[in-house]
């Protein structure tokens, strides 16, 4: 088929909408919802069960914390690079191919991820680890609703988001107990059992329900240069602190192609006639406001998730078990919220849900801004369970506004864009967090060290120092870590406030939505997480 012909043709069904097949009856029904939540919770918990880990891969691979953040932000780019190409991969492989074909290289990827040897190795891995994970959320939502009848497809969804609640809360926990009890490749390990299970029971329930394949040209100038752009911004994030930033050739080379390959992607995509990328969508106001406001929001929630276990593991002498455990409760209000928020959605004006949550996330990191190195696990504990109330009140109220008004036909674009920027956002925050922090932690321990240089205390500190045994340089190393403790103690609380300020200015942001009475479809629905 030539690409005029494609142009002409018929659209075919897109991903992500039930289509024409008739739903699933019986134990198969059971058996395909569990094979597709299986998927879906081994990827959604590869996103989070790295991160109480860091510390141990960093030291077991001989890098330093900051770089180990590249385990998290390579699958997250790569995650987000690959998401906008499920609609045509979809199309040419068919959802069933594509989706198994996902889940094994998954699994494939998370055995080379535990056997990786060095550190470089471990990133590339994750990284190819996110690319194909891609198109599986997409396409568990799509092949779930082709299970259902349209009638329950609200239920369905609520299934499936349920999964993607209760991950999160687990990947800290799960992910803190291997490390201490076992060894970290086992966080990647145990996903080969479940995606074994998930590719057999899907083969066997779905192999028969493909969906109709076309040719379809690929956008290869837009794919290149989306890669470029977010490949050299998110090296850029990540290297300009060691490379003190732009002092360095490589960062200002590294900027100036971002920049360009940027510019250049944004004219092509607009004008391209099969774009990988349908960035016309954000002409629509609502889709503009709620995919900015979504991005920051999840930036600095995923900056700041990235950022607790690291301080605490690295300055507060936390296990990476009771990092994971100070983590666990940001989804019980979540998963107890949730299906609330989804049915009220429809009768009340998704802004002010916006609103809510953007109010408790702020409230949440003014009182992390207020931990000290005395904080106990309770004081820990109690903003991460709030947490989970502003969390069921962010996803499903901005969808809402984003899809408002929107062509069913072009909700799969519109899904597949707003959490391409969400994730690209995600990984970018950790970056910037992670620089910010150390940036920060200089500046405070330059500033305790000047007012130790005049205090008595830091003087009769060394002389009970010198009075328990030791010598004056142990007693100096000793006083520096607890400066070192103090001053990155500091930093993160700066971060913790200006993430509550600009959760604030978001209140003022998701205003310039128009306002809408949504109706959230099944379709619609499809495009949340």
Request: neutral net charge; contains cysteine; charged residues 10%.
């Amino acid at each position: 088929m030539s690409e005029s012909n494609v142009a002409n043709a018929p659209a075919p069904r897109a991903p992500g909408i039930a289509g024409a097949l008739p739903p699933l009856e019986g134990m198969a029904v059971i058996l395909g919802t569990l094979a597709l939540s299986l998927a879906t919770f081994m990827n959604v918990l590869d996103t989070s069960i790295a991160n109480v880990s860091i510390p141990a891969i960093a030291g077991d691979l001989g890098v330093s914390p900051d770089q180990g953040t590249w385990v998290i932000t390579s699958f997250a780019v790569a995650n987000a690079i690959s998401m906008p190409l499920t609609g045509w991969l979809t199309r040419r492989v068919g959802q069933v191919r594509l989706f198994l074909a996902s889940t094994v290289l998954f699994v494939i990827s998370s055995m080379l991820c535990g056997l990786a040897p060095t550190f470089s190795l471990l990133v590339m891995f994750r990284a190819l680890q996110g690319a194909v994970a891609g198109p599986m959320i997409p396409l568990s939502q799509a092949l779930l609703l082709s299970s259902y009848p349209k009638s329950k497809a609200g239920a369905a969804l609520g299934v499936w988001s349920m999964t993607t609640l209760v991950a999160p809360v687990v990947g800290p926990v799960l992910g803190g107990w291997i490390t201490d009890n076992i060894s970290w490749p086992w966080i990647f390990y145990i996903n080969v059992p479940v995606g074994i299970v998930a590719t057999v029971l899907t083969w066997a329930i779905y192999r028969h329900r493909e969906t109709p394949t076309v040719k379809l040209p690929i956008d290869k100038v837009g794919l290149a240069l989306l890669i470029v752009w977010v490949g050299a911004l998110q090296v850029m994030l990540d290297k300009g602190k060691n490379l003190d930033w732009f002092n360095s050739p490589l960062i200002v080379t590294l900027a100036i192609v971002a920049a360009i390959a940027f510019v250049v992607f944004l004219v092509w995509e607009l004008t391209d006639q099969h774009p990988v990328v349908d960035l016309s969508l954000f002409r629509r106001r609502n889709f503009l406001v709620s995919s900015v406001a979504m991005s920051i929001g999840y930036g600095l929630f995923f900056g700041n998730v990235v950022l607790l276990p690291l301080w605490l593991q690295q300055y507060m002498g936390y296990t990476a078990t009771l990092a994971g455990m100070v983590l666990a409760p940001v989804g019980l209000l979540a998963i107890l919220l949730t299906p609330a928020v989804g049915r009220l959605v429809d009768r009340l004006d998704p802004r002010w849900f916006v609103t809510v949550s953007f109010l408790v996330f702020a409230l949440v990191m003014f009182m992390r801004a207020d931990f000290n190195t005395q904080a106990d696990v309770e004081v820990l504990l109690t903003p991460t369970l709030i947490q989970g109330a502003a969390m069921a009140t962010f996803f499903i109220p901005l969808l809402a506004l984003a899809f408002s008004g929107l062509e069913p036909e072009r909700i799969p674009s519109a899904s597949g864009l707003i959490n391409f920027s969400r994730i690209t956002a995600g990984s970018f925050a950790t970056s910037i967090t992670t620089t910010l922090w150390w940036q920060r932690a200089t500046l405070h321990h330059a500033q305790l060290v000047e007012r130790l240089t005049s205090n008595p205390q830091a003087t009769q500190f060394m002389s009970q120092v010198r009075a328990a045994g030791l010598s004056r340089q142990q007693g100096g190393v000793l006083l520096n870590q607890l400066i070192n403790q103090q001053a990155y103690m500091l930093s993160a609380d700066d971060i913790f406030y200006v993430s509550g300020y600009l959760f604030v200015f978001m209140v003022v942001l998701i205003w310039f939505a128009r306002p809408v009475k949504s109706t959230l479809s099944a379709e619609v629905a499809s495009g949340a997480h």
